[in-house]
Every structure is written in C-alpha cells, then in structure tokens.
C-alpha cells in the first residue's frame, strides 16, 4: 500500500484535548474512510473482600466490569464476592493489555501479583 492509499493525519480537538487520528485507506474493493478512534484498555487487578483471592483481567472500562464480576458474572469471581479494583494501569491498544495480563496470569505467583500491585514490579 503506497502513500497515495493510506496516510495518517493527527487532528487535534480542541475543545476536549484530544488527540485522533485519521486513517484514509482502500482495503480490497471497499474504501473505509473516517475516524479511527483508539480505545484505552486497562490491566486492572481484584481483590476478594471475603477471601484472600486475586482476579486479574483487561476492560475498556474496569468499574464496569467489577461491578459485573459482583453481580452478574458466574464462575470464579462469583464465588469470592465482593471484590474490589487494587489495581488498575491503562494501554493504549487491547494486545498490549492482554500482553501485561497474560504476563502475570503466567507467573502463577501470588508474590509477583502483590509486587505489581506495590508499584515494585512494573508492567
């Protein structure tokens, strides 16, 4: 894909501080343009209040989530009610945010959990 095709443009909005960008592309026959807005993702980390447990997961929006892993999810996080955010460290792209879970989930340690949540161990 050559430059012609596909060019980025950074358009600052002013009035919410933001910064987007906009990608013009031809992808096969169909032509996509418009704004392609780039979702934080945040690694957020929960802690049971009723037993010594830690949940570690990714969401666009962590307070949403808990307030699912609290009420309406079943499995794990339904059986050490209520939990609480100890943890929450914002990505900018759902890969890197999976990247930083599926690190911690692979240490299988308590220690490396608790470290992370210190701010001993950075991500």
Do not use: C
Not at 69 to 86: A, D, L, M
Not at 97 to 119: C, L, P, Q
């Amino acid at each position: 894909m050559n430059s012609a095709i596909a060019q980025w443009w950074s358009i600052r909005l002013l009035t919410e501080g933001l910064q987007v960008r906009v990608l013009l592309a031809e992808q096969s026959p169909k032509i996509i343009w418009g704004f392609l807005l780039l979702m934080k993702y945040f690694l957020y980390i929960l802690k049971s209040q009723s037993a010594d447990k830690y949940y570690v997961g990714i969401s666009e929006n962590p307070e949403v989530r808990l307030y699912y892993h609290n009420n309406i999810e079943k499995g794990f996080t339904s059986r050490y009610r209520p939990w609480e955010i100890v943890f929450k460290k914002e990505f900018n792209s759902k890969s890197d945010a999976a990247d930083a879970e599926k690190k911690i989930k692979g240490w299988k340690s308590r220690v490396m959990t608790e470290r992370v949540i210190s701010g001993e161990v950075k991500l």
